[in-house]
Antibody, heavy 125, light 112 residues
């Protein structure tokens, strides 16, 4: 079955860069039918889209959060069946659980169907 | 962005009793293809969200039939026919009709 698992640091210092990788099993990241996405959850709060990427390299950044776009790089590594997020200039406001997930933009099941378990990232000196 | 508003924000239900959560969108979720892309998720404490329903009312694989969805346009409802202990946690609606997809703020369900 489809499984996703994040791997990344638990603690990042302010101004440093966060790197989180999502390992995918049970399905190939090489697909035009699904996108690979990052969603974060602030402590005790709801869910916020960060952006998504297709295997082709097409990326989408949430327009309502322009500050993220200038700091964010997403990539797909088909040789390792992984995709990654890099977020630079981290601040306290970026403390959150970072989820990777799979989603669809077409078909009746449009939305997000599989999630990783989440990677808690705390920004602190 | 489409704003998704859930109510109530918390719910306390006796085991075996029904529960209902509403989700309202700030604009119609009817897509140009005629479908309405409304997902419901359940997040247990300390876990990642799990999708329950898509396209308003279609259950994902393995989701018990006590979960059902209804609605149209801008107003949607998630119903549990009889709450079980494993149903505790937070429920989120999410619209997939307009980019960026957006989530409701969540409804916390606990057992009375």
């Amino acid at each position: 079955q489809v499984q996703l698992q994040e791997s990344g640091p638990g603690l990042v210092k302010p101004s440093q860069t966060l790197s989180v990788t999502c390992s995918v099993s049970g399905v190939s990241v090489i697909t035009d039918d699904y996108f690979w996405t990052w969603i974060r959850q602030f402590p005790g709060e709801g869910l916020q889209w960060i952006g998504y990427i297709y295997f082709s390299g097409y990326t989408y950044y949430t327009p309502s959060n322009p500050s993220l776009k200038t700091r964010l790089v997403m990539s797909v590594d088909s040789s390792r069946n992984q995709f990654s997020l890099r977020l630079n200039s981290m601040t306290d406001a970026d403390t959150a659980v970072y989820f990777c997930a799979r989603g669809r933009n077409s078909g009746s099941s449009r939305g997000v169907d599989h999630w990783g378990q989440g990677n808690l990232v705390t920004v602190s000196s | 962005d489409v704003v998704m508003t859930q109510s109530p924000l918390s719910l306390s239900v006796t085991l075996g009793q029904p529960a209902s959560i509403s989700c309202r969108s700030s604009q119609s979720l009817v897509d140009a293809d005629g479908n309405t892309y409304l997902n419901w998720f359940h997040q247990r404490p300390g876990q990642s969200p799990r999708r329950l329903l898509y396209t308003i009312s279609t259950r994902d694989s393995g989701v018990p039939d006590r979960f059902s969805g209804s609605g149209s346009g801008t107003l949607f409802t998630l119903k549990l026919s009889g709450v079980e202990s494993e149903d505790v946690g937070v429920y989120y609606c999410m619209q997939g009709s307009h980019w960026p997809y957006t989530f409701g703020q969540g409804t916390k369900l606990e057992i009375k």
